[in-house]
């Protein structure tokens, strides 16, 4: 069994930052892609960033310059710093990794999260 448990949402003022953290726990062999999606009330789930294991990150084009992913494969952890944040960023962010466990170490599956919620007013 895999878990990803998501930490660091809440409601902040326009122009102002949130951290969120995304821990991997259970049994966890390797983690390639790690990332982050949210979701907005009558909205689909669209993809806010994302970190392979190695290579370049990717940013949806309404966060770059403002949001930073990064993660620390020591803890099997991934974080999105949100800076100048703006009602529009108003959703729940979700994470989302794709994993190999003990049980099949070259087999990998999607994960994710239970989402937290990101609320920004005006």
């Known amino acids: 069994q895999v878990q990803l448990v998501e930490s660091g949402g809440g409601l902040v003022q326009a122009g102002g930052s949130l951290r969120l953290s995304c821990a991997a726990s259970?049994?966890?062999?390797?983690?390639?892609?790690m990332g982050w999606y949210r979701q907005a009330p009558g909205k689909e789930r669209e993809l806010v960033a994302v970190?392979?294991?190695?290579?370049?990150?990717n940013y949806a084009d309404s966060v770059k310059g403002r949001f930073t992913i990064s993660r620390d494969n020591a803890k099997n952890t991934v974080y999105l710093q949100m800076n100048s944040l703006k009602p529009e960023d108003s959703a729940v962010y979700y994470c989302?990794?794709?994993?190999?466990?003990?049980?099949?170490?070259?087999?990998?599956?999607?994960?994710w999260g239970q989402g937290t919620q990101v609320t920004v007013s005006s």
């Open positions: 259970g049994s966890v062999f390797n983690i390639n892609a």
């Open positions: 989302n990794a794709r994993i190999s466990t003990h049980y099949r170490p070259n087999g990998y599956g999607t994960y």
């Open positions: 970190i392979p294991s190695g290579g370049a990150t």
